[in-house]
Nanobody, 125 residues
Framework: QVQLVESGGGSVQAGGSLRLSCAVSGRTVSTLLVGWFRQAPGKAREAVAGRHGGHGRTQYSDFAEGRFTISQDNAKNIVYLQMNNLNPEDTATYYC??????????????????WGQGTQVTVSS
């Protein structure tokens, strides 16, 4: 069974940066589709970024393009989300997700069958 554990969340001022980590166990990242999603209070969960763990193709939601970067360390089997130039609208619980079966949509929530517990990101103005 694939397990995902997020870390790296915290509080930061607007304009600051954070790097979230997702430790993957049970399967190598290079054989998974991996992604990051977020959910703010009172709002629906939305996609942030997705990555093909094998060939490295990535896709970003519009709000994340140019500010966020999804990457992976195959040796450590960790997926990262580097977030730069954060603003208060980025405040949310961020979730790591993975799929070993559905490789069709990197930003589709239904593509992912494994989910982490989430890590809180709070951006103050």
């Amino acid at each position: 069974q694939v397990q995902l554990v997020e870390s790296g969340g915290g509080s930061v001022q607007a304009g600051g940066s954070l790097r979230l980590s997702c430790a993957v166990s049970g399967r190598t990242v290079s054989t998974l589709l991996v992604g990051w999603f977020r959910q703010a209070p009172g709002k629906a969960r939305e996609a942030v970024a997705g990555r093909h763990g094998g060939h490295g193709r990535t896709q970003y939601s519009d709000f994340a393009e140019g500010r966020f970067t999804i990457s992976q360390d195959n040796a450590k089997n960790i997926v990262y989300l580097q977030m730069n130039n954060l603003n208060p609208e980025d405040t949310a619980t961020y979730y790591c997700a993975a799929s070993k079966t559905d490789w069709t949509n990197l930003l589709g929530q239904t593509s992912y069958e494994y989910w982490g517990q989430g890590t809180q990101v709070t951006v103050s103005s």
